[in-house]
């Protein structure tokens, strides 16, 4: 039976992992598009990669708009978001409305950050929500062109807060853990060998240890001028302040999840030594937005884990710092986009 499959955000990641999925027998990938519709409706996307080479993906169906994709009435199995979070500016599961299958549709989150899932869970109380985090890097250097550059891990998970993950898990728990089960099959299927299934509580270590490197790269590299991450790693004091904001949040992990993090993540020390090594020149994606003039995944990276974290009654000191600056920074540049600049 054909597996139908919807991408909402179909840029960088979101038409990476499609066009994975979509090498998949059975599979359908059709994808929302927004500026790169005029690109996308007429040549599909163009991919390279260092590890698939150089392919074509031409979605199953390209829509416009959500309106177009409600309007074909699919009963979609999966719809993968893979949007930019950002809840300051955009409630993103509106998208979803009218195109879910009460019961049947299960949501893919593969975005970054903490909380990202809120919003769906708000609309569509009962669907069963996946949370993914990624570390591949990829980019839409222009509309419909793809570039992966490296990586391509995935890390998928119910989304089951309030589970205990013990036995006897009711109907919605065991449905959920099944569907994600069949998600990582369908990536892997798709070429993808290091898609991994993961339990709710351990997709929720993941997304702490990711936050653990967004949150020190990221906001760092815009607020030092423009720094890439092996300058910020090779950096004499730099160093050591990425270092105290990792250390800062894989403390903070544990006691806001009730349970420590595994012993095989990576430590802080371990993460920068292998920065030092990359002379690649990446950037982290806050610091492309801010070139850019792009809204920043702030929120997300940074104001949801202070936030979480102060619900335990946990300050996070230097994560705030760098939040306050840079919300103050951001806040600033768009009023003097307005024309309102105090300068
Ligand atoms: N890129 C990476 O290497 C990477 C790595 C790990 C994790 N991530 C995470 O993955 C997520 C996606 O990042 P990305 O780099 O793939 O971002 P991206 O290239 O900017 O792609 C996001 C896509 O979503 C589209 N979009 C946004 N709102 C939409 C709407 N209302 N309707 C239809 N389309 C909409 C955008 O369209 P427009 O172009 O019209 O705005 C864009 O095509 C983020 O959370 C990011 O932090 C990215």
Redesign the pocket.
């Known amino acids: 039976m054909t597996i139908n499959i919807l991408i909402?955000?179909?840029?960088?990641?979101?038409a990476f992992y499609a066009s994975r999925l979509a090498q998949v027998p059975d599979v359908q990938v059709s994808v929302?598009?927004?500026?790169?519709y005029k690109a996308v409706s007429s040549n599909g996307f163009s991919v390279t990669s260092p590890k698939y080479g150089s392919y074509t993906f031409t979605p199953d169906r390209t829509f416009a708009?959500?309106k177009e994709a409600v309007a074909a009435n699919i009963t979609w199995d999966y719809i993968l978001v893979?949007?930019?979070?950002l809840p300051d500016v955009?409630d993103?599961s509106e998208?979803l409305n009218g195109l879910m299958r009460d019961g049947h549709t299960a949501v893919v989150l593969?975005?970054?950050?903490l909380g990202v899932e809120d919003p769906y869970v708000k609309r569509f109380p009962s669907a069963t929500i996946l949370s993914a985090v990624?570390?591949?890097?990829?980019?839409?250097t222009s509309p419909g062109v793809i570039k992966h550059n490296r990586w391509t891990r995935i890390s998928i998970g119910p989304y089951l807060p309030g589970s205990t993950g013990a036995t006897g898990k009711n109907e919605k728990e065991e449905k959920a853990i099944n569907c994600n089960k069949k998600f990582v099959e369908l990536l892997k299927a798709g070429g993808i060998a290091d898609a991994e299934e993961y339990s709710h509580a351990k997709l929720q270590m993941v997304r702490w240890h990711k936050i653990a490197i967004n949150a020190s790269m990221n906001p760092s590299a815009v607020l030092s001028g423009g720094s890439t991450n092996n300058e910020m790693a090779t950096d004499s004091e730099l160093y050591w302040h990425l270092k105290g904001i990792m250390d800062e949040v894989l403390d903070t992990a544990p006691k806001v999840l009730g349970t420590p993090l595994p012993k095989e993540f990576a430590t802080p020390e371990a993460i920068l030594k292998s920065t030092q090594k990359n002379t690649s020149g990446s950037k982290p994606?806050m610091l492309l937005d801010w070139e850019k003039g792009s809204k920043m995944?702030l929120e997300v990276i940074l104001g949801n884990p202070i936030r979480i974290a102060r619900e335990h009654g946990i300050e996070m000191p230097r994560l705030q710092t760098l939040y306050a600056l840079l919300r103050k920074a951001d806040e600033n540049r768009e009023q003097a986009k307005q024309g309102k600049s105090k300068l």
């Not at 929302?32 to 790169?36: D, L």
Request: glycine share 12%; hydrophobic share 30%.
């Open positions: 909402v955000g179909a840029g960088a990641i979101g929302i598009c927004r500026s790169n708009n959500p893979s949007t930019k979070a955009s993103d998208i593969v975005q970054n950050g990624t570390i591949t890097s990829a980019a839409q994606s995944e």
